[in-house]
Each structure stands twice: as structure tokens, then as C-alpha cells.
């Protein structure tokens, strides 16, 4: 990951194409209202990628506005950050742009302040002309089957949180000490999971990963990790590019089952999309009929058509022992396509099972308007339904779905709607982060500035110099805002 050093790189050339094809449309009609130029006050809650895409479109297309944005950790970047798996650095050259837009003179960093407990989501109503909630999906999906609650279950949030220093994970410590492990859900966290899993130490110790992951890596027994589904080959949601890092893996065998692909040839000859036909046509090189494949002490493989409906237990029953699936069945097609149990069902003898059947997010402030069932704020293209200058972009406003580019995407549409309405206001400039700062100073909250994380940065950088890796991570909240205080 980079940080301070990197502030003074270009960034990206397609990111810079994009906001300059997308912003040429809105600059002159927000930058000046009715002839009446007044400073303006937005804040941004959340510093993900949904956060300070927001904050880039805000900026570049209201020369008037100000903007701070508010982090629960003293740390900015969210799942840049905590979420992409670090053998992935190239993902996060984002950034490289994220950071040249916090050196913005219109640009404040409020990190170690979290809203809705150290201030509530109407005190920034009072202090902004509009408030954007980009805070993400912090909870995950349970299973709700017998068993869950084992050790040795454990979901794919903490286990990516463990391995890329989120500091409510830093000590999980997995038991790595078996065998067999099993990833339920086929999508791009889940290979993230067993990639990370059965990649060769040495070429981890290059990444950003944590040491305390590195060592357990290194220490690990595991032999054979097997991603279940519940549907078929054609409905995997991971991507082409995930699929060939797996099936490239040094020194790990990729296993299918022949079986599971019949009939597949005549369906790529139909008309599905290209994306789609690519993925497949790679999965059927990957069988042992389309590939003699790797010749490797360790394996990996798809499992589909299996739901998972008890996590059984070992026979002192102190921890997870295996997995009991029922069997499924395809029916009807194309989106409608659904698994069906057949009547039949399998144990799977297992150590370690890791839940990825997706995140959600959480209510942050009762006074905002939540769906439960939906995990997201509802919103009309990102205006919160009923409350006039309350916004939301994200996963929190579309669910957990897509990829950076669509958060980015999404995010715009966000910023649009703020500058369309903040053009129309005629209430008069708000004060901002200097009417909040008395009252976190008052409940003793010690606000991180983007100077005091560069601190954080610069230490995190000079440790993982030593160690010969892009940083080695403070997994420790109170070790950062001792860092960040100089």
C-alpha cells in the first residue's frame, strides 16, 4: 500500500481520464449558482473508497465547497485498506489518488471520530449543508445453521480483517493446524481466501500482510482447501482474473470434477455473455480432461450443487470436525436459475470452515432511516428517503456488490445529486468541523488529522523497510494515536 511518499505521483491514467471525461459535463454549472458565490460545508462519513470518491467529485466540481471527512479509525482508506488482499498492490494504487485529494486546502480529516456514538448523525446535519453516509457493510451473513457458533467456523470479514491488520481482528489467530479446509460461497473474497491460504510464504512475505497471518501461514498444515456453491459452474460469481490466479497458483493442483461440467460445451455455443463464456471456457481447461494441470503437494477445488445445513462437530465436540450438504438440483434457467434439494446429502470432513456468503451493512444512527431486511439506507439516487441534506453512496446505499470502478461510479451519482441540490439552497454557510470539534473535545475523543496519519504512514513504511515489504501494519488503535500524537 502506499501513502504519504506517494502523494506526489500522477495518479492513475485511467482514473484521470475518467474524471475529466465525467466532470467536464458539471463543472460550470456548479461552480457558480445564481451569480451569488458562497462558501460551502459538505461532510462525508466513512473513508473507503465510496467516501473519497465522494469527496473527489464534491470537490472538482464546486469550487466553492468544503469538505471534511469522518473515520472511525485514525487510520483513512477503509477497504482499500482492510479488504483488498495484499498480494493484490496493483488494486490499490487508488491510493496514490485518494491521498493527493486529502491535501486539498478544501479537504479535513476527522479520523478516531465515530459517528453515532462520538457524534450523532443530526449534529452534523447542524454543522453541514450535507451530510453523506459512505460508512460500508461492516457485519456479515450468517449461515443461521446448527453448528455455526463452532470453533474453527469463522467468516470471511474477520479472516481478511486478521490478514490485512483491521484492528478488531489482530487477535483472532485461526488454527491453521488441519488439513481440509472449506470456503462456502464461490465469489471473488472467497478465492481471495484460499489463494492467500495456499500461496507460498516467501512470496508473501513481499506484500503488506500482516506478520502476525505471515507467521501462521508459514506454520500452516492445511493441504487442500474446497470453495462450495450451492448452484453450478455457470453461476459462480468470482472473476476470470481470480480464477486464473487460482489455477496458477505455484506449486497447488487445481481438482474439478468432470461431471460437473457435462453438458457445458453445447450451453457456451448459446448466446450468454462473453465475460461469462471466458470464465467458463477456463474452468473446462482447468478439468482434468481439458489440462494435465499443476503437479503440486497441495490442492484446491470447486464443489457446487451443495448447501451446507449443519457445521458437525469433532467427536469431543470441541471444535468444527466437518460439514453436512445437501444435494441440489438446477431448475428453470438463466437468472431465474435455482438450486433445489434432491433428497440426498453428504458429510464433508473438514478443520476450518470459512463463511463468505457476503457482508451487510448496519444501522449507524437511529434517527436515519435503515432497511434491515435490505441492509442498506433507503435512498433515491443517494438523497436518504425523508431527510432533506442527508445522503448516502456505497455499499450502504446499493448494497455490498461490484468493484472499486462501480463504487466509483456510484459515488458520482451521489456527489451529483449533493451539488444539485446544495445549488438550489439558499440557508446560510455552516460552520462545519469547528462547531463538532468542541463536542468530541468534550467526550475526550482525540481527532486524527491527515498530518497525524501521515505519521502513522511514515512508521508503518520504515518498519516494513526493515522487513523488506511495502509496511508492516500498527494493528493496535491506542499504538496509532500514540503515533499519530508525535
Not at 482514473?15 to 463543472?27: E, F
Not at 442527508?390 to 455499499?395: A, E, H, K, N, Q
Amino acid at each position: 500500500m502506499l501513502g504519504f511518499q506517494a502523494s506526489q505521483r500522477l495518479r492513475p491514467l485511467w482514473l484521470s481520464t475518467h474524471l475529466r471525461s465525467h466532470n467536464s459535463r458539471h463543472v460550470t454549472r456548479n461552480c457558480c449558482f445564481t451569480g451569488v458565490r458562497r462558501k460551502l460545508h459538505a461532510c462525508v462519513v466513512g473513508s473507503g473508497p465510496a467516501g473519497f470518491y465522494t469527496v473527489q467529485h464534491l470537490l472538482k466540481n464546486n469550487k466553492e465547497i468544503r469538505v471534511d471527512l469522518y473515520e472511525r479509525l485514525p487510520v483513512p482508506f477503509g477497504l482499500v485498506r482492510f479488504g483488498v488482499a495484499p498480494d493484490h498492490p496493483d488494486v490499490k494504487n487508488v491510493i496514490n489518488s485518494f491521498t493527493q485529494t486529502a491535501h486539498s486546502e478544501r479537504f479535513t480529516f476527522c479520523g478516531n471520530v465515530m459517528v453515532g456514538r462520538d457524534v450523532m448523525v443530526s449534529d452534523l446535519q447542524e454543522a453541514y449543508d450535507a451530510v453523506v453516509l459512505s460508512y460500508g457493510a461492516e457485519d456479515d451473513q450468517l449461515l443461521r445453521i446448527p453448528g455455526e457458533q463452532l470453533p474453527g467456523v469463522y467468516s470471511a470479514r474477520a479472516i481478511v480483517g486478521w490478514y490485512n491488520g483491521l484492528p478488531e481482528n489482530k487477535d483472532l489467530m485461526p488454527d491453521l493446524n488441519v488439513e481440509t479446509a472449506v470456503v462456502l460461497g464461490q465469489g471473488n473474497v472467497a478465492l481471495d481466501l484460499a489463494r492467500i491460504l495456499l500461496t507460498p510464504v516467501d512470496l508473501l512475505r513481499k506484500t503488506d500482510i500482516t506478520g502476525a497471518a505471515l507467521d501462521a501461514i508459514a506454520e500452516s498444515k492445511i493441504k487442500r482447501i474446497f470453495v462450495v456453491g450451492r448452484r453450478g459452474p455457470l453461476q459462480v460469481a468470482f472473476t476470470i482474473k481470480e480464477l486464473r490466479e487460482m489455477v496458477n497458483l505455484q506449486g497447488v493442483r487445481t481438482v474439478l470434477n468432470p461431471s460437473d461440467f457435462e453438458g457445458i460445451e453445447r450451453v457456451l455455443l448459446e448466446n450468454i455473455p462473453r465475460p461469462r463464456r471466458r470464465l467458463t471456457e477456463l474452468l473446462l481447461k482447468s478439468t482434468p480432461q481439458g489440462s494435465a494441470g499443476c503437479v503440486g503437494h497441495r490442492e484446491w477445488g470447486l464443489l457446487f450443487h451443495r448447501s451446507p445445513v449443519q457445521i458437525l462437530p469433532t467427536a469431543d465436540g470441541e471444535r468444527v470436525g466437518g460439514i453436512h450438504f445437501q444435494l441440489n438440483k438446477l431448475e428453470a434457467s438463466g437468472d431465474t436459475m435455482k438450486a433445489v434439494p434432491t433428497g440426498n446429502s453428504e458429510d464433508m470432513p473438514c478443520g476450518l470452515v470459512l463463511r463468505s456468503i457476503g457482508y451487510r451493512s448496519l444501522p449507524l444512527d437511529p434517527d436515519v432511516p435503515f432497511d434491515k431486511r435490505r441492509g442498506v439506507i433507503p435512498n433515491n439516487r443517494g438523497r436518504v428517503e425523508g431527510r432533506a441534506g442527508l445522503y448516502c453512496s456505497g455499499w450502504v446505499k446499493r448494497g455490498p456488490q461490484g468493484v472499486i470502478a462501480t463504487t466509483m461510479n456510484d459515488s458520482f451519482e451521489t456527489g451529483e445529486a449533493v451539488l444539485e441540490d446544495i445549488s438550489n439552497r439558499s440557508a446560510s454557510p455552516q460552520a462545519g468541523f469547528e462547531s463538532i470539534r468542541p463536542k468530541l473535545a468534550s467526550r475526550g475523543v482525540q481527532v486524527v488529522s491527515f498530518g497525524d496519519w501521515t505519521r502513522i504512514d511514515r512508521v508503518e513504511q520504515e518498519r516494513g523497510l526493515k522487513l523488506d515489504k511495502p509496511r508492516e501494519k500498527i494493528l493496535d488503535v491506542q499504538e496509532m494515536l500514540t503515533h499519530a500524537s508525535g
